[in-house]
């Protein structure tokens, strides 16, 4: 005989059933680059300059830099030349310079899983043509799965080129200016200047299908794009506030992992890597163990492995009288004693009632009446005998 115990599922007592939301950031996009091919040159362990090349192609040179005032004019020409634009077989990224040994901070969506990347530092001479002797290559020394952060170094910084300053904590403040300086869909060193919307702690969002991350992050109306990952966010003091990380769906929802962040990564000598998904276990068939003959009342119990592990995980109780009910038992505590009981009275395959032992002292206590059609009791009362 085969059973189906679709709907007999529900098992464990009301109390079993609770549990709490995960909250996610929904429509969260990362602010990638442009997908590129550098053919077979490009390796995962190492790339030559030359191997860029075809990603460099459809880079737009830079322009002079056109800024609102002075102060936007400041912020763009000291702060631009520690700005780096990285390149990898996969797209366009940014990065900033945040330490006078090369040490340079990005997001990890930017240098995914490759060992050394590419790196161009801003031409002394603005809207200068970007050439195959401007790369240079970096390693990649550690990663961030959590924050979505990653560090690189190279071994030569230009002179022109000088490390900014990552924010303390608290220091940034909602409804303050910022500022974001980038390569946003392969237009390099672009600069844009916004507020800050919103501080967002804990705040959860994804890139890709698997890769979860969690942060403080910074929300702000800068305009940032595909290309500006990595980028910095400044403050009017020219500190980095926050890395440009990814854009949510809707007008002006930019976001920006914040320093205090960057501060930890910074601190730690190791990489953190984020937890992955549980994967879905591969669908079963239930499969009955065992029939065995009955005699109160008369007819079959059936012992069922609904999880294909190989044990029995409930017991049919089928009377040979169609009148009587059938009933389902559960050891939901492995003691060996059957503790939920499921009848349906009317041998419908739908369960009518549930009779439940919550303390143990082999009788039921607690009872539960189900909807037709419905997998769990609608209320619950104490049960009297």
């Avoid at 990285?86 to 490759?114: Q, W």
């Avoid at 920006?256 to 000598?269: E, G, H, K």
């Avoid at 999880?307 to 505590?333: F, H, I, Q």
Wanted: proline share 6%; with cysteine; glycine share 10%.
């Amino acid at each position: 005989m085969a059973l189906s115990a679709a709907s007999y599922a529900s098992a464990a007592p009301p109390e079993g059933l609770l549990g709490q939301p995960v909250s996610k950031a929904a429509g969260a996009k990362p602010s990638k680059g442009r997908s590129v091919d550098f053919g077979d040159a490009a390796t995962r362990s190492g790339v030559s300059p030359r191997s860029y090349m075809k990603a460099l192609s459809g880079l737009a040179p830079e322009g002079r830099s056109v800024t609102r005032g002075a102060k936007e004019t400041q912020v763009y020409q000291v702060a631009s030349p520690s700005v780096v634009l990285i390149v990898t077989r996969d797209g366009l990224g940014s990065g900033v310079l945040v330490g006078a040994d090369g040490r340079i901070v990005t997001n990890l969506h930017v240098v995914e899983d490759y060992a050394e990347v590419g790196v161009i530092f801003k031409p002394t001479v603005e809207g200068a043509k970007i050439g195959e002797a401007d790369v240079v290559t970096a390693k990649v020394l550690r990663r961030d799965e959590v924050a979505d952060l990653a560090l690189i170094q190279v071994a030569v910084v230009p002179a022109h080129a000088k490390p900014l300053t990552v924010a303390k904590t608290g220091v940034v403040q909602v409804g303050a200016d910022v500022h974001a300086i980038g390569h946003p869909t392969g237009q390099s060193w672009t600069y844009t200047r916004g507020i800050v919307s919103q501080i967002r702690r804990d705040y959860a969002w994804a890139t890709g299908e698997t890769m979860q991350h969690k942060a403080t992050v910074i929300q702000t109306q800068t305009p940032i794009n595909p290309g500006n990952s990595g980028g910095p966010l400044l403050d009017d003091a020219l500190q980095v506030i926050g890395i440009n990380s990814f854009i949510s769906e809707g007008e002006g929802l930019n976001f920006a992992v914040s320093a205090d962040d960057v501060q930890a990564f910074l601190a730690r000598t190791g990489d953190r890597a984020a937890p992955r998904p549980e994967k879905r276990a591969a669908a079963c068939e239930s499969k009955t163990l065992s029939e065995t003959p009955t005699t109160k009342p008369k007819g079959v119990s059936y012992v069922v492995d609904s999880d294909c592990d190989g044990t029995g995980d409930y017991e049919v109780m089928e009377p040979a009288d169609k009148r009587e009910p059938l009933t389902v038992l559960y050891d939901d505590d492995g003691d060996g004693r059957f503790d939920t009981m499921i009848v349906d009275g009317d041998r419908d395959g739908n369960p009518d009632i549930a009779l439940y032992d919550t303390d143990g002292d082999g009788k039921p206590d607690l009872r539960g009446d189900y909807r037709n059609g419905e997998d769990a009791p609608y209320r619950y009362e104490r049960y009297k005998g």
